[in-house]
């Protein structure tokens, strides 16, 4: 099994900058994709950002130049900076994995969330 969880939110002005991580632990061979979402207030989720385990990153268009996705799969961790926030950027933010056991299954993993709020 697979657990992961996500830390780093809180509340920030506008302009202001936030990092969020998320640790992975459990019987893990190797990562695949990792990810963040969000789910702001009355919205859908939607994708933040992805990065590969080949290091392929996409950004969704609303946080491109603002935020940056970064992973270390020796520690089993990985980031999301967030800079030049604005109060739309306000969410739960979810990291997701997908990684593969070391009993060779793959799991679709997800945070509890944590909330990031942009104050104006």
């Known amino acids: 099994q697979v657990q992961v969880v996500e830390s780093g939110g809180g509340l920030v002005q506008v302009g202001g900058s936030l990092r969020l991580s998320c640790a992975a632990s459990?019987?893990?061979?190797?990562?695949?994709?990792m990810a963040w979402y969000r789910q702001g207030p009355g919205k859908q989720c939607e994708l933040v950002a992805s990065i590969t385990s080949g290091d392929s990153t996409n950004y969704a268009d609303y946080v491109k130049g603002r935020f940056t996705i970064s992973r270390d799969n020796a520690k089993n961790t990985m980031n999301l900076q967030m800079n030049s926030l604005k109060p739309e950027d306000t969410a739960v933010y979810y990291c997701n994995w997908v990684v593969i056991s070391t009993t060779l299954n793959q799991y679709d993993a997800w945070g509890q969330g944590t909330q990031v709020t942009v104050s104006s």
């Open positions: 459990g019987s893990i061979l190797s990562i695949k994709d």
